[in-house]
């Protein structure tokens, strides 16, 4: 098959443009050999600690950071710079846009180099400048920014695919202004998954979603109650859950050893916290009520069971009595029978 054009090669390139990392992170690509590297925040002079860029600007104010991109390779590699809005996935991370795909918001406040050449185990560091605009609402704006290599693959009909592979961070810029979080739960659902042991409790689980309604960034926490359990939310394993407003998320917690008592009272409690600068910040808690039906048909079946078998227990001693009552009578008559015969 023939080499696609300049120009489809490019569409190529735009269209599998893949995002590696939106954190600190060292990423792979193959090319013509193995490209790693790694960007990070720093100051004028190098890394400075920091896991992302967090900065509070007036509108119209510009501020100036770094960023230092660490060739962890043998051979000198040329890096794209870029920045875009930022935005959390469903799971929670961060991520960026794709190059294909234009900024709206904070990714288009963000200046830098198109490209830095970086040698062999070195590290370039190198500044970016936010500029907010004047007419830019108050609150949390999500950007990243990143360095890159594109890459070329061979695709099983032969077509070049281009692969972008980018490696950067976060930067989170709160316009000041009035502050106001705030958060909402939305379509929340609940079922009951019953266990067939009548001695052991079910469990239950109640889907939600969560919206950012406020102009600032929230870490999202709360705990869902049902029939006097409790069940936390994210989980001791789970990442935290952050919003940006605007942002909603979807959710779905298990409260264990629920037994069912035909119609189970449930609540769900959501207690959202600003996140970035003044971090901790209570927002007020938001409730919804998350009852469900649980018929305790193992329990009933065993019940009924029971009742059958106390119910024949009683039939049977009563027939029991009956028989007895019967052969006593027979014998009291035929006692008679014999009495009132002639010796």
Known sequence: MASPTPAARALLLAAASLLLAAAPATAQSDGEGTVTWSVRPADASGEDGRAWVEQELDPGEAATEYMAVHNLSDTEVVFRLSAADGFFQDNGRFSMLPSDEPSTDAGLWIEVQEEVAVGPDETAVVPFTTTVPDNATPGDHAAGIAASVLSEQAGEDGATVGVESRVGFRVMTRVTGALAPSASIEDVSSSYALSWNPLAPGRAQVTFTVVNTGNARLLVTGAATAAGREAAFP?????????????????????????????????????????????????????????????????????????????????GRRRSKARLEHLLEEAREEGRREAAEPV
């Open 235 to 315: 989980g001791p394993e789970e990442i935290d859950q952050e919003l940006m407003p605007g942002d909603e998320r979807r959710f779905t917690v298990t409260v264990d050893d629920v037994w069912p008592s035909v119609f189970v009272p449930a609540t769900l409690n959501v207690t959202p916290v600003v996140a970035g600068e003044g971090e901790g910040t209570p927002v007020d808690t938001a409730t919804a009520d998350a009852g469900f039906w649980a018929v305790p048909w193992p329990q009933l079946i065993a019940l009924a069971g029971i009742g059958l078998l106390i119910g024949s227990s009683l039939w």
